[in-house]
Antibody, heavy 119, light 106 residues
Framework: QVQLQESGPGLVKPSETLSLTCDVSGDSITSDYYWGWIRQAPNKGLEWIGNIYHSGSTYYSPSLRSRATISLDTPRNQFSLRLRSVTAADTAVYYC????????????WGQGTMVTVSS | DILMTQSPSSLSASLGETVTISCRASQSISTSLNWYQQKPGKAPKLLIYGASNLQSGVPSRFSGSGSGTVFTVTITSLQPEDFATYYCQQAYSLITFGQGTRLEIK
């Protein structure tokens, strides 16, 4: 079955860049889906960060567009998130997920990875 | 940006009861509305897509309805495993989530 697994540093210093990778198994990232990132600050709701299509087209939340970059690594069947100039407000559990193209419903999620921004 | 507003923010219910959670969009989104269930420490789980389509494997006691700006998810005959937080998500223009509705056991 399709599985997604996030990985990356659990601690990032303020003003630095947060980098996460989502490893996809059981499906190809070149298949006809969006691959996305969603985050959840402690005891808060879900916040969409952005999606990437298998063609490489990207879509971002307006509030994070200036700092976020999502990219594909086709040979490794992975996709990645880079979030620049982080602050404590970026502390959250970060999820990667797969979304169908028609209705952009996130049907497969990773387990999530906690990232803390602190010096 | 399309704003999604859920109501109530929290509710208490008993086993076997029927509950309804509402989600209102700040502009019409047709039926581009999805619902998720999230339990503490877990990733969200897709319940309903396209406003009324039940995701494979989701029990039939869950149902969704609505179009335009007003949507609901209804859970009939509440089971212990249904107590969780529920989120709506619009996909009509980019993506936004509602703030969540916490369903607690009475």
């Amino acid at each position: 079955q399709v599985q997604l697994q996030e990985s990356g540093p659990g601690l990032v210093k303020p003003s630095e860049t947060l980098s996460l990778t989502c490893d996809v198994s059981g499906d190809s990232i070149t298949s006809d889906y969006y691959w996305g990132w969603i985050r959840q600050a402690p005891n808060k709701g879900l916040e969409w960060i952005g999606n990437i299509y298998h063609s490489g087209s990207t879509y971002y939340s307006p509030s994070l567009r200036s700092r976020a970059t999502i990219s594909l690594d086709t040979p490794r069947n992975q996709f990645s998130l880079r979030l620049r100039s982080v602050t404590a407000a970026d502390t959250a559990v970060y999820y990667c997920a797969r979304a169908a193209v028609d209705l952009t419903e996130f049907d497969i999620w990773g387990q999530g990875t906690m990232v803390t921004v602190s010096s | 940006d399309i704003l999604m507003t859920q109501s109530p923010s929290s509710l208490s219910a008993s086993l076997g009861e029927t509950v309804t959670i509402s989600c209102r969009a700040s502009q019409s989104i047709s039926t581009s509305l999805n619902w998720y269930q999230q339990k503490p420490g877990k990733a969200p789980k897709l319940l309903i897509y396209g406003a009324s389509n039940l995701q494979s494997g989701v029990p039939s006691r869950f149902s969704g309805s609505g179009s335009g700006t007003v949507f609901t998810v209804t859970i009939t005959s509440l089971q212990p495993e249904d107590f969780a937080t529920y989120y709506c998500q619009q996909a009509y223009s980019l993506i936004t989530f509602g703030q969540g509705t916490r369903l607690e056991i009475k």
